[in-house]
């Protein structure tokens, strides 16, 4: 039977006993519906003794309200690519920003910034950007416990393009563009800065920006990739190039 790994949004620490936080204890209580003496497997995005990994858990008792584990054990998880993918994502509509940032998070992404351009047609601000940006944050630990990885990605403040490209000092740099060039890739890279547009694409002003602050602008082929598709095939490409395919 497979356990289920769940995130646990606080440190923890080997041979504790604690109650699960509540949205992880209504997770295993009531939606798998697991008793005492089940096992679990618990992660908490940090680095303990220099490792990200993964705690061995027991339920120890389980109430209407609470869940309450006992932890056994601390096991290190070395899953994390050599490749630093920092991803500037242009804000999509619907369940196509979930989408990206899900497989994103399964495909090794570092961080991800919604980032705000010209074509840019969502909408956001006050308490409803607030709970976007929550919700998006819960997307990369959904991806995180299904994919096996114990790093959780942070999920950015969304910014203004311009403001996000002063910020990339990677060693590589592409903004994804169908009318860019091909281009000599380096031999050896530790660190990306991956731009891309939202569904009308970056605008020639902005690929002009990008440009002036070292962006290489990028093809990925000779048809056009939708949004959600063009940052997937860009970061697979990478990985296969320079991380840990």
């Known amino acids: ?13 080997d041979g504790s006993t604690f109650e699960l936080p509540e949205e992880a ?9 697991m008793e005492a003496g089940r096992e679990l497997i618990l992660f908490d995005g940090q680095q303990h003794n220099g490792s990200y ?4 858990a027991l ?4 109430g209407k309200r609470h869940v309450a584990v006992s932890i056994k054990n601390f096991r290190p998880v070395a899953n994390e690519s050599p490749l630093a993918i920092e991803l500037g994502q242009g804000i999509s509509k619907g369940d196509r920003m979930d989408y990206t940032i ?6 090794g992404v570092t961080s991800i910034t ?4 010209e074509r840019c047609d969502v909408k ?15 997307v990369a630990i959904s991806a995180c416990e299904q994919s096996g990885r114990c790093r959780v990605p942070v999920i950015e403040e969304p910014r203004d393009l311009h403001v996000w490209l002063k910020t990339c000092n990677s060693e590589l740099k592409w903004a994804l563009d169908p ?3 091909q281009q000599v890739l380096p031999q050896k890279i530790s660190s990306c800065d991956l731009l891309v547009g939202p569904e009308g694409g970056l605008t020639d002003e902005e690929i002009a920006l990008a440009l002036q602050e070292n962006f290489q602008a990028k093809v990925l082929g000779p048809r056009i990739l939708r949004t959600e598709t063009a940052a997937l095939a860009a970061m697979s490409m990478l990985q296969s190039l320079y991380g840990d395919y």
């Open 1 to 13: 039977m497979r356990i289920p790994r769940i995130y646990v949004d606080e440190l923890i620490t």
């Open 25 to 33: 204890a209504n997770h295993v209580g009531r939606v798998l519906r």
């Open 53 to 56: 990994g993964e705690f061995d």
């Open 59 to 62: 339920i120890t008792d389980v």
């Open 102 to 107: 899900q497989k994103a998070v399964e495909l």
């Open 114 to 117: 919604p980032l705000w351009t």
């Open 124 to 138: 956001l601000k006050g308490e409803r950007l607030e709970k976007k940006l929550a919700h998006w944050q819960q």
């Open 179 to 181: 009318r860019g060039p």
